[in-house]
């Protein structure tokens, strides 16, 4: 069983940053595709932005140049770095690793608030 634990959120005033941090319970070198998500409440959950083993990343049109994934696979870490942060924004952010046919691994989830 993958853990993942997600750290950094908070709050922020609009238009600050944060930088959010998933921190795997494995060598995440050996997976593939990592992925953030979100949740603001009632609303389904969301795909912010995702990113390969190869440094190939993808962003959901609502955060492209504002954020920015990445990972370190020396500390089996994925970064969510959030800039010019807008009130919708706000959410519960999720770490996750797709699975395909099995399970998702997903982390419990950290909070992000956005002042206006």
């Known amino acids: 069983q993958v853990q993942l634990l997600e750290s950094g959120g908070g709050l922020v005033q609009a238009g600050g940053s944060l930088r959010l941090s998933c921190a795997a319970s494995?060598?995440?070198?050996?997976?593939?595709?990592m992925k953030w998500f979100r949740q603001a409440p009632g609303k389904q959950r969301e795909f912010v932005a995702s990113?390969?083993?190869?440094?190939?990343?993808d962003y959901a049109e609502s955060v492209k140049g504002r954020f920015a994934i990445s990972r370190d696979n020396t500390k089996n870490t994925m970064y969510l770095q959030m800039n010019n942060l807008k009130p919708e924004d706000a959410a519960v952010y999720y770490c996750?690793?797709?699975?395909?046919?099995?399970?998702?691994?997903w982390g419990q989830g950290t909070q992000v608030t956005v002042s206006s």
């Open positions: 494995i060598r995440i070198v050996s997976i593939n595709v």
């Open positions: 990113i390969t083993s190869g440094g190939w990343t």
């Open positions: 996750n690793v797709p699975r395909g046919l099995q399970t998702d691994y």
